[in-house]
């Protein structure tokens, strides 16, 4: 499987894994659900967000609604499934500044521009991996991906 589409085909994906912020909203489960047209036995298990990449590894569930970018589908050696009805907005993270420190550090300003563009899902993936599960310093972490860049 590589997309979400993918999902509906397949009748033996039946129990599935959600946040319980995800369940909750309108643009949450039910409207993927609706775009997609699936159909899930019973009710989908909610639980933290923390619990579900666990609760898939341990095969109480067969599929999660989780974060692109959460280091756990990589250590996990799980699949990210392709929005391909682009039901979801696209995930952009935006640093904020505030003008008075921009203006005070002008150098936040250039290293940002240097930046945007540049990390992929896969590269926060394994950022995050390397911070979360190997207990990584964020900054060495941080570092080694900008040297990779040169940036």
Same mark, same amino acid.
């Given at each position: 499987? *590589?997309?979400?589409? !993918?999902?509906?085909?397949?009748? +033996?994906?039946?129990?599935?894994g959600v946040?319980y912020?995800?369940?909750?909203?309108? /643009?949450?489960?039910?409207? @993927?659900?609706a775009?997609y047209?699936?159909?899930? &036995?019973?009710? =989908?298990?909610t639980? +933290?967000?923390g619990?579900? %990449? #666990?609760?898939?590894?341990?095969h109480?569930? /067969?599929i999660?609604?989780?974060?692109?970018?959460?280091g &756990?589908? *990589?250590a @996990? !050696?799980?699949?990210? @499934?392709? !929005? !391909?009805?682009?039901?979801? =907005? =696209? %995930? +952009?993270?935006? =640093?904020?500044?505030r +003008? /008075?420190?921009?203006? #005070?550090?002008?150098?936040?300003?250039?290293?940002?521009?240097r930046?945007?563009g *540049?990390?992929?899902?896969?590269?926060? #993936?394994?950022?995050?991996l390397a911070?979360?599960?190997?207990?990584? /310093?964020?900054?060495?972490?941080?570092?080694?991906?900008?040297a990779? *860049?040169?940036?």
């Amino acid at each position: 499987m *590589k997309t979400i589409s !993918d999902v509906g085909r397949v009748p +033996e994906i039946s129990r599935l894994g959600v946040g319980y912020e995800f369940a909750e909203r309108p /643009d949450g489960l039910r409207g @993927l659900a609706a775009a997609y047209g699936l159909h899930f &036995a019973g009710e =989908p298990r909610t639980m +933290e967000l923390g619990l579900l %990449y #666990r609760s898939l590894a341990a095969h109480q569930v /067969d599929i999660v609604a989780g974060n692109s970018t959460d280091g &756990a589908i *990589k250590a @996990l !050696d799980f699949v990210a @499934l392709e !929005d !391909d009805r682009h039901y979801f =907005p =696209p %995930y +952009e993270a935006v =640093p904020l500044v505030r +003008e /008075d420190s921009l203006r #005070r550090w002008p150098q936040i300003g250039v290293a940002m521009q240097r930046l945007a563009g *540049k990390v992929s899902a896969d590269e926060m #993936r394994a950022m995050n991996l390397a911070v979360e599960s190997q207990h990584r /310093d964020v900054g060495d972490v941080v570092r080694e991906f900008r040297a990779g *860049k040169g940036l």
